[in-house]
């Protein structure tokens, strides 16, 4: 069974500039969630999506977005880039949102902002 | 308030030894998941072992056990017969409900285990 799947691996852009990372779920998982990883903030939660529905949302501006399709593959964008945006940024899956549900997570993705 | 505490940045162990890396959690409901996850330097966070908050015995996962303290709120993990390839960031994590019905994953700060030949 193929893992959680990330796309692209390493990403650089430019203050101002937006982006859209991608994510694919474990086959048959329904809720996908995101993450943000930084050296000062650790992980940090972003938002979850369940059938093609954000479900929850973490303390984040208006220029991170989301969704989900109808496949359950999601995408996350950020618009205006920011130094402050370059971070690994982490998928996971599950079958579905429940606190006693496995989560696994993907591989990431590196945004660098210069 | 700290919902999960690694208080352990960096340890040390030989090479086929055991090692415990600890985790304290803080909730007051009474369904969560604890979860512990191993980053390498690929970056890659690699599920290791799940304990559920209803669960009556610990989960062990291969090499890898939680000594679940239910009411110490505790949740160390546990690796036997360490390997040059354990070397990589820990982390203890909480799932838990928030309002609405919706739950988060909640992130320590992570151990640094090194593992010397």
């Known amino acids: 069974k193929a893992g959680v799947t990330q796309t692209p691996r390493y990403l650089i852009k430019t203050r101002g500039q937006q982006v859209t990372l991608s994510c694919s779920p474990i086959?048959?998982?329904?809720?996908v969630s995101w993450y943000q990883q930084t050296p000062g903030q650790g992980l940090q939660f972003l938002f979850e999506y369940f059938s093609e529905t954000q479900r929850n949302k973490g303390n984040f501006p208006g220029r991170f977005s989301g969704r989900q399709f109808s496949n359950s593959r999601s995408e996350m964008n950020v618009s205006t880039l920011e130094l402050g945006d370059s971070a690994l940024y982490l998928c996971a899956s599950s079958l579905v949102p429940a606190t006693n549900e496995k989560l696994f997570f993907g591989s990431g993705t590196q945004l660098s902002v210069l | 308030a700290q919902k999960i505490t690694q208080t352990q940045p960096g340890m040390f162990v030989q090479e086929k030894e055991a090692v415990t890396l600890d985790c304290t959690y803080d909730?007051?409901?009474?369904?969560?998941?604890l979860f512990w996850y191993k980053q390498p330097s690929s970056g890659e966070m690699i599920f290791l072992i799940y304990q559920g908050s209803y669960d009556q015995q610990n989960a062990t996962e291969g090499r890898y056990s939680l000594n679940f303290q239910k009411a110490r709120k505790s949740a160390n993990l546990v690796i036997s017969a360490s390997q040059l390839g354990d070397s990589a960031m820990y982390f203890c994590?909480?799932?838990?409900?928030?309002?609405?019905?919706?739950?988060?994953?909640?992130f320590g700060a992570g151990t640094r285990l090194a593992v010397h030949p």
């Open positions: 994590a909480m799932r838990e409900a928030i309002s609405g019905g919706y739950n988060k994953l909640i």
């Open positions: 909730t007051s409901d009474p369904s969560y998941g």
């Open positions: 086959s048959g998982h329904r809720s």
